[in-house]
């Protein structure tokens, strides 16, 4: 790629430069210091190149959550398609884990794109070999989405902020119930929680 002063040369710059750099911004600042100018000083151009490329922020964001969809991989998968939902499951977990805030990135946006697509026709499709239905098909989708971007979006959240507030309260003995779980509740094993939350979400498939 054609360099100018430490910077992109505007012309030859393309929108999946524009991403990639985006992607490295938000392993460096984070989601909340992720910005359209931070991406345009990592490229060496004026902001209004990169919003040529990516119209708004939210586009941006749209387009670098396909790109961490593009890190599912679907070699090797299991032929028996319930093992093949919760393998999808699981590398799609790992795809979001593989970038700093991934799931808070991929939360909210709704990309129509090549990454994101296949994904979740390679997912409905394993669930309709499964023998689930049109309907129940695309649910499980959305269900077993929503629990892996919330279950991963704390995973990566700062550890044991939660723990810290919850234990001193916990101990008041105003909530008794939650005092007698108090050991389960805490961050523990996000793989073990990933693998009871999705039995729990497949297990309403047909045998």
């Given at each position: 790629m054609t360099k100018i002063q430490g910077g992109v040369a505007s012309a030859r710059l393309t929108r999946a430069d524009v991403i990639d750099a985006a992607l490295q911004a938000l392993a460096e600042r984070g989601l909340e210091g992720l910005s359209t100018r931070a991406v345009a000083d990592r490229l060496g151009v004026r902001m209004n190149t990169v919003l040529w490329h990516v119209k708004t922020k939210a586009r941006m964001l749209e387009l670098m959550a396909d790109a961490v969809l593009a890190g599912v991989r679907y070699e090797n998968l299991p032929s028996a398609p319930h093992e093949r939902v919760g393998e999808l499951a699981g590398r799609y977990r790992q795809a979001l884990l593989?970038?700093?805030?991934?799931a808070a990135l991929v939360t909210g946006t709704y990309p129509a794109e090549p990454h994101t697509l296949r994904f979740a026709d390679c997912l409905i499709d394993a669930l309709l070999q499964a023998?689930?239905?049109e309907k129940q098909a695309t649910w499980t989708?959305?269900?077993v989405s929503?629990?892996?971007l919330g279950l991963t979006q704390e995973e990566q959240?700062?550890?044991g902020q939660a723990d810290e507030r919850l234990t001193p309260?916990?101990?008041?003995?105003a909530y008794p119930a939650l005092e007698r779980v108090?050991?389960?509740?805490?961050?523990g094993s996000f793989e073990d929680r990933f693998d009871f939350g999705l039995h729990a979400i497949l297990s309403t498939l047909p045998k």
């Open positions: 593989a970038h700093r805030d991934g023998g689930a239905d989708v959305w269900t929503y629990f892996t959240a700062a550890p309260a916990v101990h008041s003995g108090l050991p389960h509740l805490g961050p």
